[in-house]
């Protein structure tokens, strides 16, 4: 079933927008990730998406304590950022977390990726992050050879998900570019998409392409989308 995502993205122990994944380039801020994310369940998220951007960017998880209480709220939750290691991906799928998003890791260690992705079907999801058409790691910050479909082959024959993110528009709330997604078309694995959603009609498009799920941030916390209008989408024919 197609879902509606709001994304709670965490830095210094707020919730946070960042403009194309930059650092220091912060849009929006809100204190109390955990009253954050049980707000947008209690307008009737059934899945969030939860980023420690520390950790993306240090390389190492920093809010494990929130997000462990948020996993605790009971919905369905996906965590990425800073997982730089197996063991912690199993850590966070053991106590709670539905999916683990793997970006850095997924890039630099494939064949133990692909081993910890079969023992764990339908657990793990593939963080493709471009930056002006080439799959980028290590927080954003480097831009690969690679492109979004060349890596999604590498993990086609596992029973994982992808994430796309368009780190060009990502934070913008500009809208999507969706010639950019058309290469999703191709992909057999269910997929998800992030970056620059803006209105009802980019999560259509979305819904339309055979996605599994849209993550909504900026949009969200500026206004731009109220969820519970998106959320009407879940459950209308495309």
């Known amino acids: 079933m197609f879902r509606v995502i709001p994304a709670v993205d965490i830095k210094d122990g ?71 290691s197996l063991d912690l991906a199993e850590k966070l799928l053991n106590f709670g977390a539905r999916r683990v998003i793997l970006g850095t890791i997924a890039f630099e260690r494939v064949g133990e990726v692909r081993k910890f992705a079969e023992r764990w079907k339908d657990r793990v999801i593939i963080a493709i992050d471009t930056k002006q058409g080439k799959v980028a790691v290590r927080g954003w910050k480097e831009k690969t050879e690679i492109t979004p479909l060349e890596f999604a082959r590498i993990y086609e024959d596992c029973e994982v998900s992808f994430l796309y993110t368009n780190i060009d528009i990502e934070g913008l709330a500009m809208g999507i570019n969706r010639e950019n997604l058309e290469f999703l078309r191709k992909i057999k694995r269910p997929f998800y998409v992030a970056g620059g959603i803006s209105s009802i009609e980019d999560i259509l498009f979305i819904k339309k392409l055979g996605a599994r799920g849209a993550i909504l941030g900026s949009a969200l916390y500026m206004g731009k989308i109220k969820l519970e209008e998106a959320l009407r989408l879940e459950h209308e024919e495309s």
């Open 14 to 84: 707020k919730v946070v927008r960042l403009r194309q994944g930059r650092e220091n380039e912060i849009t929006f801020e809100a204190e109390n990730p955990v009253r954050v994310a049980k707000n947008w369940i209690e307008k009737g998220a059934k899945v969030l998406h939860v980023i420690d951007l520390d950790g993306a960017f240090q390389g190492k998880l920093r809010h494990e304590r929130e997000i462990r209480e948020i996993i605790s709220l009971g919905a369905e939750v996906h965590v990425g950022g800073g997982i730089r």
